[in-house]
């Protein structure tokens, strides 16, 4: 497992754990989704290139930074559009592309329905955002599809992973770096992570 990087915060154990609990409402979900992503965005970020320009503060010029990336989103529908907010409010100048995907309850394999993403993908830092992966079908599908539109640079950014979901994207997609708050112990017949928190997509929009 070379291609996941799982970091490793108290404050995102004690998040997580909130995730898990089935006692967690729709609504504290949703604002804990997005205060861990807050969490997760400074180290999935960490690379990204600057350019330098002068800048002058009350006192003096000294040397400021800008973002040289260009960076665009994209988060899988449902679940990925909880994490969507916390890029944002840190990285106001990304752009969003959207990709529906769901997976099938009896094959397991994901259905595409919907896909919209902005121009330039192909120069672009993509950040593919879901919360869960399990099989690693939908992750799969979505980074080939980036990747027919000329997508080069992405990374994954989920929450909860599973070794079944990463084996498969190191072997179908060797080159995006998956980022994870954790990763648990594996899935159960039902294609669902063990310990995990449930379906993330219901648990965010209500729809258990
Ligand atoms: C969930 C989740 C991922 C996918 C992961 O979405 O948000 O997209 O399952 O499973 P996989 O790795 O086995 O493909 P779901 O299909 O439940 O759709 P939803 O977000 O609309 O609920
Ligand atoms: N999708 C989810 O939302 N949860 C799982 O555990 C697996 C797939």
Do not use: W
Request: charged letters at 25%; hydrophobic letters at 40%; proline letters at 5%.
């Amino acid at each position: 497992m070379k291609n996941i990087r799982v970091i490793e915060h108290p404050l995102i154990k004690r998040d997580i754990s909130i995730l898990r609990d089935r006692r967690t409402s729709s609504e504290d979900f949703r604002i804990v989704l997005r205060r861990l992503t807050s969490l997760m965005v400074f180290e999935v970020t960490r690379d990204l290139r600057m350019v330098t320009r002068e800048i002058e503060t009350p006192l003096a010029k000294t040397e400021g930074y800008v973002g040289a990336d260009q960076v665009i989103l994209v988060p899988v529908l449902r679940a990925g559009l909880g994490m969507v907010e916390a890029y944002l409010s840190l990285i106001p100048d990304a752009r969003v592309g959207h990709i529906g995907l769901y997976r099938d309850e009896t094959t397991l394999k994901p259905v595409d329905y919907y896909a919209k993403f902005p121009p330039n993908l192909s120069k672009s830092v993509v950040i593919v955002v879901d919360p869960m992966l399990a099989t690693g079908g939908s992750a799969s599908a979505a980074l080939s599809y980036l990747k027919k539109k000329e997508a080069v640079n992405i990374r994954l950014s989920c929450v909860v992973a599973a070794p079944e979901g990463v084996s498969l994207l190191e072997k179908e997609h060797p080159d995006v770096k998956i980022y994870a708050a954790v990763l648990d112990q594996r899935l159960n017949e039902n294609g669902y992570i063990l310990p995990g928190l449930g379906d993330a997509g219901d648990r965010i929009f209500g729809t258990l």
